[in-house]
């Protein structure tokens, strides 16, 4: 039982690189997420997609795009990293409702990213 | 506006000892509260939950939090502390109709001594 599976783990990038990270859930949930970690600033919602097709910004989303063209997957992009990229990217999934009913994240064990 | 705030951003017992992380929260609205465990190098993992009903929840691993709405306060507390306890916390929260807002608290690193 798979769960949540990010690709890459690890990434060093140069600035004005840019990249792609993948998340694939087979839980068959509808909402999904992208968060970064910083140290003691807990987690920190990028972008998020209630289902396949859409997507909305969170918190953080400035040098961020995203995009849900299959159910199962939620991509999360680069286009011109900068070194306040940094950071420990999780990705999150959810239940048909999302957190409406208290349905909890399901989290992918994190793409750790340094932009140098 | 929601918010957490996680007093102690580092706690250490010894083991066997008792756990008692803090978590306070705000809402304006009747919250939905999480705490989730992280260990090194993985996602975080669910540890227990409150969304209505019985105040006191038991979670996983013999974690149990109360949910005190006079004191906005979610506590996380273990009776006696194993070496595998040790890992980070977080307190989160939303709100019914909430599709997206789970915000997070900063964090607590708990570390057990033996």
């Not at chain 1, 999904?32 to 909305?56: C, F, K, N």
């Not at chain 2, 580092?10 to 009747?30: D, I, K, Q, T």
């Not at chain 2, 009903?53 to 013999?62: M, P, S, Y």
Request: aromatic share 10%; proline share 4%; charged share 15%.
């Amino acid at each position: 039982n798979a769960g949540v599976t990010q690709t890459p783990k690890f990434r060093v990038l140069k600035t004005g690189q840019s990249m792609t990270l993948l998340c694939a859930q087979d839980m068959n949930h509808e909402y999904m997420y992208w968060y970064r970690q910083d140290p003691g600033m807990g987690l920190r919602l990028i972008h998020y997609s209630v289902g396949e097709g859409t997507t909305a910004k969170g918190e953080v989303p400035d040098g961020y795009n995203v995009s849900r063209l299959k159910k199962q997957n939620f991509l999360l992009g680069l286009e011109s990293a900068a070194p306040s990229q940094t950071s420990v990217y999780f990705c999150a999934s959810s239940q048909g409702t999302g957190l409406r009913n208290g349905s909890p994240l399901h989290f992918g064990n994190g793409t750790r990213l340094t932009v140098t | 506006a929601q918010s957490v705030t996680q007093l102690g951003s580092h706690v250490s017992v010894s083991e066997g000892a008792l756990v008692l992380l803090r978590c306070n929260y705000s809402s304006s609205v009747p919250p939905y509260l999480f705490w989730y465990v992280q260990y090194p190098n993985q996602g975080l993992q669910l540890l227990l939950k409150y969304t209505t009903g019985a105040t006191l929840v038991k979670g996983i691993n013999g974690f149990e939090a109360e949910f005190k709405k006079s004191e906005t306060s979610f506590h996380l507390t273990k009776p006696s502390a194993h070496m595998s306890d040790a890992a980070e916390y977080f307190c989160a929260v939303t709100y019914s109709g909430s599709a997206r807002q789970l915000t997070f608290g900063s964090g607590t690193q708990l570390t057990v001594l033996p």
